[in-house]
């Protein structure tokens, strides 16, 4: 065999592995008459193909080629590094729905998952269905043009364990330095945001017995940080990101809160249960007029978050626990009223 055919058998298996990727079926006779060569070629191609791909299972990569007798061909089964065309533009469409990035970096990565992600025959109809949100794509005032880099960074400095000391710009204009241990990041209502626990609570004023775990900054305004010495994890309390999603409420931090109150709705309550993750149906009654009074309770990390919900609620809904939210509802009601006398 020459160096020219050895190189055309090999550029002929990958090609064909290509299109095995995406989706197509692939046959003896219409590959030979493809490539210019017999019949019984293709088939050791597709056994050598065989051979490679069955050497991978021990590394966890299962693809395999078979024959499918429905098709009348071969085609790949197993895990392929495509999404579905599906499953690529549901993820467009939550990214550019999220408002995440600045126009131009969500451009480029809903660009990428498509080009990356989809079969090459479905990427035009993908890319149809994105571009008239991509083309009216509205950022936000304030999206800062590092934040991609922003995120590396810190989430490299959660996984390695460091501590950072950060120049923050807080919601009133004032900048501030803080050293902080990080411990996530999370995405909530058009931010990114650091979980954080202050490494030491004097720098904000406040003693080790006054402050509130966790402590929340969104990452477009942290201006700069320096990465400091690693700290250690008590594992008895070690931070678990999953259950802090389902305790905090627009991302305001705060003591750890058991909230009860009562929700009347002719409708489901699902959309509560949905936004409270930690919410629990206490009892359940009708109220005479065709509605049906939920008692519900739910643990929430401090009041401020779960206040903000509260409030869009209107009528439907009426705290009973804990006391101090109750007086704070009604206080804020009472100067809400005030606005329209």
């Keep these: 065999m020459t160096e020219a055919d050895s190189s055309s058998k090999y550029f002929r298996i990958l090609e064909m592995y290509l299109r095995l990727l995406d989706g197509e079926k692939l046959t003896r006779k219409g590959e030979a008459e493809r490539y210019g060569v017999d019949v019984r070629s293709i088939q050791r191609d597709i056994d050598a193909l065989r051979t490679f791909l069955a050497g991978q299972q021990l590394s966890g990569f299962s693809q395999s080629v078979v024959y499918d007798w429905h098709e009348k061909g071969y085609v790949l089964k197993g895990n392929k590094k495509d999404l579905t065309r599906e499953e690529a533009l549901a993820l467009c469409k939550i990214l550019l729905e999220s408002r995440a990035f600045t126009k131009d970096e969500m451009g480029s990565i809903v660009d990428k998952i498509i080009r990356s992600a989809v079969p090459r025959r479905m990427i035009g109809p993908v890319q149809q269905l994105v571009n008239n949100e991509k083309q009216y794509y509205e950022e936000l005032q304030h999206h800062d043009g590092a934040l991609l880099d922003k995120i590396w960074a810190i989430g490299d400095a959660v996984s390695r364990r460091c501590t950072l000391t950060i120049r923050y710009e807080r919601k009133d204009g004032v900048e501030v330095n803080r050293t902080v241990k990080p411990l996530s990041i999370m995405f909530s209502e058009y931010y990114f945001y650091l979980i954080a626990e202050m490494a030491d609570p004097s720098e904000a004023g406040l003693t080790r017995e006054t402050y509130c775990f966790p402590t929340v900054y969104r990452l477009d305004r942290i201006h700069s940080f320096e990465e ?36 009347t709705t002719a409708d489901s309550v699902d959309h509560v249960l949905d936004r409270l993750p930690t919410a629990k149906i206490e009892r359940k009654e009708p109220d005479g007029e065709g509605r049906t009074k939920y008692t519900i309770s739910a643990e929430v990390y401090g009041l401020a978050g779960i206040r903000l919900w509260i409030r869009s609620q209107g009528p439907q809904i009426r705290v009973t626990a804990p006391e101090q939210l109750v007086k704070e509802i009604k206080e804020e009601l009472q100067t809400t009223i005030g606005l329209y006398r």
Aim: aromatic share 20%; net charge positive; hydrophobic share 30%.
């Design 228 to 263: 400091g010495e690693p700290f250690k994890v008590d594992y008895s309390r070690r931070f678990q990101s999953g259950e802090v999603r389902k305790r905090i409420q627009y991302m305001y931090g705060g003591r750890l809160e058991h909230v009860v109150f009562e929700y």
